[in-house]
């Protein structure tokens, strides 16, 4: 398995610009999150999912959209890009509830 | 709760000492806890759980502690070494939803040699 991958590892953004970040896991697992972590802070949630086809709000999902078509995928979508978003963003996934969440390597996002 | 704008609080401890990390949690009703280990520039990666009916868990050099009375929790490193410098997270479900699972803001962890 190669676990939790996230795609690009970089990128630079212009602001007013749009991206996806790509999120997949080969787990088999029903819940997938998206934190950012900003320098020095912990880690805030954007948008999770319970399984394909149903995502909610985290605690920070202003500025950002997902989707989850398939259980393997849930990629993070930003549009209009702001400053506010440089971040390093993690996708993560889990198989229940009460089980430990895998990460993904993080994707570092600059906004210029 | 939020904690928000505040920067990682730091522990600093001299190799071969052994380390404790501490943790609040907010919802009494939690019954699972996980503390995460984030190397820089890596994602977090499990280190060791506890349900909440018990009270300690061993693993390999780590201990965690989970006192309900007074909803805390705690990280113990056994002889620590300059590879557990790192960014100590634990997690649990937060009230609105046992499918979502927040972090603590975390305590980095400095060795000195």
């Known amino acids: 398995n190669a676990g939790v991958t996230q795609t690009p590892k970089f990128r630079i953004l212009k602001i007013g610009q749009s991206m996806t970040l790509q999120c997949a896991q080969d787990?088999?697992?029903?819940?997938m999150y998206w934190y950012r972590q900003d320098p020095g802070m912990g880690l805030k949630l954007i948008y999770y999912?319970?399984?394909?086809?149903?995502?909610d709000k985290g605690e920070v999902p202003n500025g950002y959209n997902v989707s989850r078509s398939t259980t393997e995928d849930f990629p993070l979508r930003l549009e209009l890009a702001a400053p506010s978003q440089t971040s390093v963003y993690f996708c993560?996934?889990?198989?229940?509830?009460?089980?430990?969440?895998?990460f993904g390597q993080g994707t570092r996002l600059t906004v210029v | 709760g939020e904690s928000v704008g505040l920067h990682l609080p730091t522990l600093s401890v001299q190799e071969g000492d052994n380390s404790i990390i501490n943790c609040a949690y907010s919802?009494?009703?939690?019954?699972?806890f996980i503390w995460y280990k984030q190397e820089s520039g890596k994602g977090p990666q499990f280190i060791i759980d506890?349900?909440?009916?018990?009270d300690k868990r061993q693993g390999q050099r780590v201990t965690v502690l989970l006192n309900k009375t007074v909803k805390h929790l705690s990280l113990q490193i056994a002889a620590t070494q300059p590879g557990d410098s790192a960014v100590y997270f634990c997690?649990?479900?937060?009230?609105?939803?046992?499918?979502?699972?927040?972090f603590g803001t975390g305590t980095k962890l400095q060795v000195i040699p």
């Open positions: 993560a996934s889990r198989i229940g509830l009460n089980t430990e969440a895998f």
């Open positions: 787990m088999n697992h029903n819940y």
């Open positions: 999912s319970v399984g394909a086809g149903i995502t």
């Open positions: 919802n009494s009703a939690s019954d699972y």
């Open positions: 506890i349900r909440s009916n018990m």
């Open positions: 997690a649990e479900p937060r009230p609105g939803g046992y499918q979502k699972v927040t």
